[in-house]
């Protein structure tokens, strides 16, 4: 069974949109000092998620970091203080 272009296209903008909101709480949550550090994972849009958030982290005063799969095609995003090394979650 094949998903009509159209319906596909939607799925994919509304799980970008998804994957956008989870990293904007995540920011919102380490910038107002309600965690040191959060690692979203499993994100099936990272790369473009990264890029589309990384604005709003550096407004808020943290920094995002792309944490690469073996192939390099994923990554999950880790948002922690600027300050704090990578190991601060």
């Known amino acids: 069974m094949s998903v009509p272009r159209t319906l596909d296209t939607s799925l994919t903008r509304r799980s970008i949109e998804r994957e956008l909101d989870l990293v904007a709480v995540a920011i919102r949550m380490v910038a107002g000092g309600g965690a040191p550090g959060v690692t979203l994972v499993g994100l099936e849009f990272?790369?473009?998620?990264?890029?589309?958030s990384a604005r709003a982290a550096h407004n808020a005063g943290v920094a995002l970091e792309a944490l690469w799969q073996p192939d390099e095609s994923r990554c999950d995003i880790?948002?922690?203080?600027?300050?704090?090394?990578?190991?601060?979650d």
């Open 46 to 52: 990272g790369p473009a998620v990264l890029e589309g």
């Open 78 to 88: 880790r948002v922690h203080r600027r300050n704090e090394g990578s190991d601060a």
